[in-house]
Nanobody, 125 residues
Framework: QVQLVESGGGLVQAGGSLRLSCAAS????????MGWFRQAPGKEREFVAA????????VYADSVKGRFTISRDNAKNTVYLQMDSLRPEDTAVYYC??????????????????WGQGTQVTVSS
């Protein structure tokens, strides 16, 4: 079992930056692939970024590629999402998710087993 707690959300103007953190419980963090997803009001949850257990493999949604960076610190049991050049359309609740590592870093929410409670990100125009 893994418990995930997100932090770092807030209100920011368009063009600004935020850094989300997701702290995981347990001593097996380094065996999990980690993902970030987001859900805007009235929309389905969508993939944002994911990272393999070692940090060497990363995947991004086209909508955030070049603006967002996912990283992890296995010594701190934490995964990060650095969000730069934020746009109003990035406004959503952002969720951290975990799944036991496999050969492929997955980008669909049903493939993830553990979820955080979410953190709100609001980008004003």
């Amino acid at each position: 079992q893994v418990q995930l707690v997100e932090s770092g959300g807030g209100l920011v103007q368009a063009g600004g930056s935020l850094r989300l953190s997701c702290a995981a419980s347990g001593r097996t963090f380094s065996t999990f692939d980690m993902g970030w997803f987001r859900q805007a009001p009235g929309k389905e949850r969508e993939f944002v970024a994911a990272i393999g257990w070692s940090g060497r493999s990363t995947v991004y949604a086209d909508s955030v590629k070049g603006r967002f960076t996912i990283s992890r610190d296995n010594a701190k049991n934490t995964v990060y999402l650095q969000m730069d050049s934020l746009r109003p359309e990035d406004t959503a609740v952002y969720y951290c998710a975990a799944r036991r590592s496999t050969l492929v870093v997955h980008t669909t929410s049903p493939m993830y087993d553990f979820w955080g409670q979410g953190t709100q990100v609001t980008v004003s125009s």
